[in-house]
């Protein structure tokens, strides 16, 4: 029977010599654009409707969120290093589910932008494109 | 250079080098499709040697364990325990600021499933406080 797994507890760790660290201070995390890539099969002897196929790859999906940004902290430094190395790092995300669950990516292709406006608190968003499959 | 971790830490078993090796464990966990699999980890209590060691203690994941470790940290007992403790809460993902007030002052341990509070050592006092200032505005 599906349960209502609050968002509450989900975290986004980001691995820092092979130890996975909690990213700081999230307000929002988007995990999206997993999908089976089709094909368009249809050809000009076909019927009315047009057909496709599964094309037996899958688009990887990019990870996306906001969170607080603290100049100073240890965990978006190293993010922004890796922003900036141009690098790949692993990233895990946990769930508040009851046995919780685990999927790894292979991150790559990151971004860090900050906002800073008046009457709010200073604010990050990050983009972490993936490569490979989630394990 | 050494290095405590204060709480169990998930490992990044493609990282692992021979010297980290022998640090490491399994626990059960589930994978996103739905699989049980065993998870890596470091155990609670875990000591790191080296480089790591400094980084771990910068993140909040640990504690220096030798002096070496202390005097490159460079922070009081003090500063060290905000660090852990900003840490328990963002590895919990309690990221409300009201929530992280409450597990500041031991009110709260996280969350259940159903989204209530875990309570701490200090929820009964807490709640106790809260009700006398709910009968006082009465």
Known sequence: MPNKVPSKGTALLMEITSVYTAFPQISSLNIAGE??????????DGGAAKTKNNTGYVDNATISGECLYDPDDTVQIAFIAKVRAAGTNNFKVTYADATPTNEIYSGLGMGFDRTASPGDMLRGSFTIETTGAVT | MKARLHLQQFCDISKVTPE??????????????GHSVSVAVYPAGTVFEGPIALQLCRTGQAAPADDECAAALNL???????LRVEYEMNALGINNKGDRDLYRAGVILGYNADLSYKPGPKWGEYQRAKQAL???EL
Request: aromatic share 2%.
């Open chain 1, 35 to 44: 999908k089976a890539e089709t094909v368009d099969t249809t050809t000009l």
């Open chain 2, 76 to 82: 009081t007992q003090q500063e060290i325990d905000v």
């Open chain 2, 134 to 136: 709910e009968e006082a």
């Open chain 2, 20 to 33: 980290l090796q022998p640090l490491v464990q399994w626990v059960p966990g589930k994978n996103s499709s």
